[in-house]
């Protein structure tokens, strides 16, 4: 006897939960044109008033190394960071130099609404505006997917047509996403996600030794391509630095007012293991954020198809790689972002589904439906709209109104909120007030020096605070920048001595928040920094 055919699903988010939704059910116009406008919109957003925020030390680093190219050719120049983000930083700069010259995972609504809030998202915003190889990488991550997920579909459903191209591709974008930061952790949220409908006896969707054996081949000629300064000595000097902690120029990190040790291998002594959940819980609208809740419980649903097990597997892969390490970030929220919003989105979907059906029974009239469905989407991206508007140009400053509102804005993650934008400031001021030759202590020598050149004052000696030999030089008439966000565990001490003893001679603020206090010493506050 013949056993009948097990049905399945594959890589859709809206088999049952969505049913009565089709997959054209926005002509192609409309959703060009609504892609386009949030595409516009979004960039804008991130390009908005650049200039207010100064060159974080990262930045500069990266700056520094474009020049180095600029001068010399390829380099193993920040050889501890992948080379395709630095080269497109390259690329921009000359280009901008010449114009100066011459002057499926989801619905189709799930998309549309995952993409308004990745558009306006102030997180989003906040982070892809800085110079960190994060939007790059989480970029290639899901051009990946996105050729990953459409070779299922095809193997599935579509048996005369060849699905390999498309492994192909993502090979060639995990490819590029590795030449922009070393995550190999990120691949495995596809290829578990493939391994998992092996078990399904009539699955089609089968990759095989040889196609992987293919898949990796391609993935490490296209990251040699991206990446040609991986085959430098220096470079792997400066990767064997960066991973042993020599290039750690600071202890600890500022966590909701208390500090905490910084190494990657501090596990969970570094930042707790909750940081990223309070990331979320504090920045994302409070809409979003409820929504993020209710579309993972969806997530758990049967209803919601197997695409669901890509998310799951996402959000899981990454807690276990990120969330019990000690050296944490903010800005690597980023390469996790997307999910949460598409889960996000999901929620959102799901009840604006339920309103429409309430909406059309209470009128009696099924073309209610439509309208009513999509109000609540509507409100979530207006307001994720306005908290964006309201927080520019500083994206980074958001809290949403559960965590306090603007009140406690670079109170919880100082570093990566304020992430130095105050430093030019700060320089601008001390070369109007400084005398010749002064001092300038502080924990970001390198950006000091190079916005202290800036403003033309080369005279200026920028040193580490802490730095005891560079404490040592410190004369009256010197200045000290006791910046949010740079307090370590090698210089709290003699900064609250320093801050009980004297007043600033001036502060620098980001938008209305204060950011960095800055002192003229006098031999009492200087006797008093050194604890005599």
């Known amino acids: 006897m013949s056993s009948s055919a097990i049905p399945f699903t594959t890589a859709g988010l809206r088999p049952e939960l969505f049913a009565g939704t089709r997959a054209h059910s926005i002509p192609r116009l409309l959703l060009a044109a609504a892609l386009a406008i949030l595409v516009v919109a979004g ?12 060159l974080s030390e990262d930045e500069l680093n990266k700056l520094s190394a474009v020049n180095e190219y600029r001068a010399h050719g390829l380099t193993s120049a920040n050889g501890e960071h992948p080379l395709l983000m630095k080269a497109l930083l390259t690329v921009s700069v000359i280009a901008a130099e010449r114009w100066n010259q011459t002057s499926v995972v989801a619905s189709v609504e799930i998309a549309l609404i995952a993409a308004a809030l990745w558009a306006f998202d102030p997180l989003a915003i906040g982070f892809n505006r800085i110079a960190k190889e994060d939007t790059f990488a989480i970029f290639f991550f899901l051009l990946a997917n996105f050729f990953w997920l459409r070779g299922q579909r095809v193997a599935e459903s579509e ?12 090979a060639a974008a995990f490819g590029a996403m590795l030449a922009s930061k070393y995550l190999p952790v990120m691949i495995g949220i596809p290829v578990s996600y493939n391994y998992v409908f092996q078990r399904i006896p009539v699955t089609r969707w089968v990759i095989g030794k040889k196609r992987f054996i293919k898949f990796f081949l391609v993935m490490g000629i296209v990251f040699l391509i991206c990446n040609p300064t991986i085959l430098l000595p220096d470079t792997w000097r400066a990767m064997l630095r960066f991973s042993s902690n020599q290039t750690m120029g600071h202890d600890s990190y500022e966590f909701f007012g208390k500090l905490y040790p910084h190494k990657f291998t501090d596990w969970v002594r570094g930042e707790p293991w909750y940081f990223y959940l309070a990331l979320i819980g504090t920045k994302l609208p409070l809409l979003s954020l409820v929504s993020f809740v209710g579309g ?3 997530l758990f649903r049967r209803k919601s198809g197997d695409g669901r097990y890509f998310l799951l597997l996402w959000l899981g892969i990454w807690a276990l790689a990120f969330m019990f390490v000690g050296g944490k970030f903010a800005r690597y929220i980023i390469t996790i972002l997307p999910v949460v919003l598409i889960t996000a989105a999901i929620g959102i979907q799901f009840v604006a589904r339920k309103f429409g059906r309430l909406c059309a029974q209470i009128v009696g009239n099924d073309s209610v439906k439509v309208y009513a469905r999509a109000a609540l989407p509507s409100l979530v991206i207006l307001i994720t709209v306005w908290a964006a508007t309201k927080a520019a140009p500083h994206y980074r400053m958001y809290v949403n109104t559960i965590a306090g509102g603007p009140a406690r804005a670079g109170t919880m993650f100082p570093q990566d909120e304020f992430y130095d934008a105050y430093i030019q400031q700060v320089m601008t001021e001390i070369g109007k007030r400084a005398q010749p030759n002064a001092r300038v202590a502080g924990e970001l020598q390198s950006v000091s020096s190079y916005y ?4 033309g004052r080369f005279d200026l000696v920028s040193l580490e605070l802490s730095d ?11 200045f000290v920048i006791d910046a949010r966000g740079r307090t370590y565990l090698s210089n709290q001490t003699m900064l609250m001595r320093l801050r009980t003893a004297s007043k600033p001679a001036f502060t620098v603020n980001v938008g209305t928040t204060p ?18």
């Open 468 to 478: 005891p030999a560079d404490l040592d030089k410190l004369r009256p008439g010197d």
């Open 515 to 532: 950011a960095a206090d800055v002192y003229v010493l006098d031999q009492t506050s200087l006797n008093v920094l050194r604890g005599k």
């Open 159 to 170: 048996p005369h047509r060849n699905p390999e191209r498309f492994y192909w591709a993502t």
């Open 296 to 298: 993972l419980v969806l």
């Open 452 to 455: 202290a050149n800036r403003v």
């Open 43 to 54: 960039f804008g957003l991130r390009v908005n008033n650049l200039s207010s925020e100064g």
